[in-house]
């Protein structure tokens, strides 16, 4: 898949010192930071007998997602039915979609897709849902696991109660086409709580809603063969909780300002570092202590605030959004800003949101560009 940044930077590949004339703004991976936080996460998974199904929302690509799947994962997640479609489409393999597909067009796509991608799964939270996929199933001539999505408390997707749980599942089974694979329980909104100690009581607390379901299940007869949810906020605390047997984790390999804002590991350092940057270039300095860099509200998510400066800019030095494409870096008191043609790196605030106004990952080592990875499922969010 080429993109606008293979036209422009294929010539800087291997080239030393080629990652300084890399036109910005850049959406830039350090390789040797983001291949530490892939296997580190493998590594902890392996060691406490989880299965590791990434998020692939966080990335969006299948270069990652087969890096992910070597270093042992099962395979990866995609929060929604495009995402899946490119991934499947580029040879990925394992996936589960995580958002429920509703009855309408999509169920005839997720049929079709089930035809072409081995071992995919997709959750489902209402009756109505079951009995559209069920008959588009059968028209496609395919199979499909679904997962019975479990509302944690947040009420955006997932069935509410235990009873509704038993009667998903049942329903599951009794569809043509479908196989009953387990539930999924994701606690989304707890894993950016900051302090471990806070963040580790809401997810037990919500954790003991799931071990009541589960505990339903079984006496139904439908205890599930895969537990699946959790995060990169909340990867230390599943596993000591004990009751997922598989992680979902995604933003570890990247990190961004969210989970640096985080005690992620109890009384340690956070195992994982920045990978992850938008690189940008000074455009104007005309001003004393300021700077404009052609990085603005296009370059990054903004629902959380402006982007921490990496590298590029004096110490103490801030960001502030100035318009469409530009963003203004005031130094402290005294100090110079960046010179007119400087690159300056931002961390940014949320990964997610800011890979998807990209085409490409430039992979870079040192000052070296290295490789560039295609987002496949940049904007696939239908």
């Given at each position: 898949?080429?993109?606008?940044a293979?036209?422009?930077?294929?010539?800087?590949?291997?080239?030393?010192g080629?990652r300084?004339?890399?036109?910005?703004?850049?959406?830039?991976?350090d390789?040797?930071?983001?291949?530490?936080?892939l296997?580190?996460?493998?590594?902890?998974?392996?060691?406490?007998?989880?299965?590791?199904r990434?998020h692939?929302?966080?990335?969006?690509?299948?270069?990652?997602?087969?890096?992910?799947?070597a270093?042992g994962?099962?395979?990866v997640?995609c929060?929604?039915?495009?995402?899946a479609?490119a991934?499947?489409?580029?040879?990925?393999?394992?996936?589960?979609?995580?958002?429920?597909?509703?009855?309408?067009?999509?169920?005839?796509?997720l049929a079709?897709?089930?035809?072409r991608?081995?071992?995919?799964m997709?959750?489902?939270?209402?009756?109505?849902a079951?009995?559209?996929?069920?008959?588009?199933?059968?028209?496609a001539e395919?199979?499909?696991?679904l997962?019975?999505?479990?509302d944690p408390?947040?009420?955006?997707?997932?069935?509410?109660?235990?009873?509704?749980?038993?009667?998903?599942?049942?329903?599951?089974v009794?569809?043509?086409?479908?196989?009953y694979?387990?539930?999924?329980f994701y606690?989304?909104?707890?894993?950016?709580?900051g302090?471990?100690?806070?963040?580790?009581?809401?997810?037990?607390?919500?954790?003991e809603?799931?071990?009541?379901i589960?505990?339903?299940?079984?006496e139904?007869?439908l205890?599930?063969?895969?537990?699946t949810g959790g995060?990169?906020?909340?990867?230390?605390?599943?596993a000591?909780?004990g009751?997922?047997?598989e992680?979902?984790?995604?933003?570890?390999?990247f990190m961004?300002?969210?989970?640096?804002?985080?005690e992620?590991?109890?009384?340690e350092?956070?195992?994982f570092?920045?990978?992850l940057?938008v690189?940008?270039?000074?455009v104007?300095?005309n001003?004393?202590?300021a700077?404009?860099?052609?990085?603005?509200?296009k370059?990054?998510?903004?629902?959380?605030?402006?982007?921490p400066?990496?590298?590029g800019?004096?110490q103490g030095s801030?960001?502030?959004?100035?318009?469409?494409?530009?963003g203004?870096?005031?130094?402290?008191?005294?100090?110079a800003?960046?010179?007119?043609?400087?690159?300056?790196?931002?961390?940014?605030?949320h990964?997610?949101?800011t890979v998807?106004?990209?085409?490409?990952?430039?992979?870079?080592?040192?000052?070296?560009?290295v490789d560039?990875?295609?987002?496949?499922?940049?904007?696939?969010?239908?």
């Amino acid at each position: 898949m080429e993109t606008a940044a293979h036209r422009l930077h294929a010539p800087l590949i291997g080239r030393q010192g080629g990652r300084a004339d890399l036109n910005t703004p850049a959406l830039v991976l350090d390789l040797d930071a983001f291949t530490r936080n892939l296997e580190t996460m493998a590594a902890f998974a392996a060691a406490r007998g989880l299965a590791l199904r990434p998020h692939a929302k966080t990335h969006k690509c299948a270069q990652i997602a087969r890096r992910q799947i070597a270093a042992g994962a099962v395979g990866v997640c995609c929060a929604k039915l495009g995402e899946a479609e490119a991934l499947a489409d580029a040879g990925i393999e394992g996936l589960l979609i995580t958002s429920p597909v509703p009855p309408g067009p999509g169920v005839r796509r997720l049929a079709a897709l089930a035809r072409r991608s081995p071992g995919l799964m997709a959750v489902v939270d209402h009756l109505a849902a079951v009995a559209a996929l069920g008959a588009a199933l059968v028209e496609a001539e395919a199979e499909l696991t679904l997962l019975v999505d479990i509302d944690p408390g947040f009420h955006r997707t997932g069935v509410a109660d235990a009873d509704a749980a038993v009667a998903l599942a049942q329903a599951i089974v009794a569809a043509p086409g479908l196989t009953y694979g387990g539930v999924q329980f994701y606690c989304g909104v707890q894993q950016h709580i900051g302090p471990y100690a806070d963040r580790r009581a809401a997810i037990a607390s919500r954790t003991e809603v799931l071990k009541a379901i589960l505990a339903r299940l079984s006496e139904a007869g439908l205890a599930p063969a895969l537990v699946t949810g959790g995060g990169t906020g909340s990867h230390q605390i599943d596993a000591e909780l004990g009751v997922l047997t598989e992680i979902q984790a995604g933003s570890y390999i990247f990190m961004d300002r969210q989970y640096a804002d985080c005690e992620l590991v109890e009384a340690e350092a956070t195992p994982f570092a920045q990978s992850l940057m938008v690189e940008a270039r000074v455009v104007s300095a005309n001003h004393a202590g300021a700077a404009t860099v052609d990085a603005g509200l296009k370059a990054f998510s903004t629902e959380d605030g402006p982007p921490p400066i990496l590298d590029g800019a004096p110490q103490g030095s801030t960001y502030r959004f100035m318009g469409d494409e530009h963003g203004l870096i005031q130094a402290p008191p005294a100090a110079a800003a960046p010179a007119l043609g400087a690159v300056v790196r931002f961390a940014p605030p949320h990964c997610d949101p800011t890979v998807n106004l990209y085409d490409a990952y430039h992979v870079v080592r040192g000052d070296t560009l290295v490789d560039i990875w295609p987002i496949e499922g940049r904007g696939r969010s239908a």
